[in-house]
């Protein structure tokens, strides 16, 4: 169905081409010289860089387990190829762990940073668990407002 849309719409462009090519066929003979000279290289750079779509259909269904596989026949992935297509997930894999690796530093130096002020303080470590020590932060945080 794809296919045969791509050839009406190859056919349609086609068509019109012609039919431009045709009314400036007509108009041309009342063109100066060096007009229709850049006229016409104009047209040859054109044609020059017309694309020229090259469709490739997968050809063989290759069993793989339970699945099936489209490939292009002969075509095996080399070595090379193989390892170009494993590079992107190595990276990726790569990154997340220097991610975690940043991030469980980053953690452990914030734990160190409270340790360390919990030790350079006046009170001693006990006193934060202590449930009198709590109700005394609350009245003086209640006072201070």
């Avoid at 006046?122 to 934060?128: E, F, I, V």
């Amino acid at each position: 169905m794809n296919t045969s849309y791509q050839y009406r719409n190859q056919l349609a462009q086609d068509r019109f081409g012609l039919r431009v090519a045709a009314r400036l066929s007509d108009a041309a003979d009342d063109v100066p010289y060096d007009i229709s000279e850049r006229l016409r290289a104009a047209r040859v750079q054109a044609l020059g860089k017309r694309k020229v779509s090259v469709t490739r259909t997968a050809t063989v269904v290759t069993p793989s387990g339970r699945a099936a596989t489209l490939t292009f026949g002969n075509e095996h992935l080399s070595w090379w190829n193989r390892i170009g297509a494993a590079l992107p997930l190595l990276a990726l894999v790569l990154g997340l762990i220097a991610i975690s690796v940043i991030q469980n530093d980053n953690r452990d130096n914030e734990l160190a940073e409270i340790d360390a002020a919990l030790l350079t303080d006046d009170l001693p470590p006990t006193a934060y668990t202590d449930p009198g020590f709590a109700q005394f932060v609350k009245t003086n945080a209640g006072q201070s407002q």
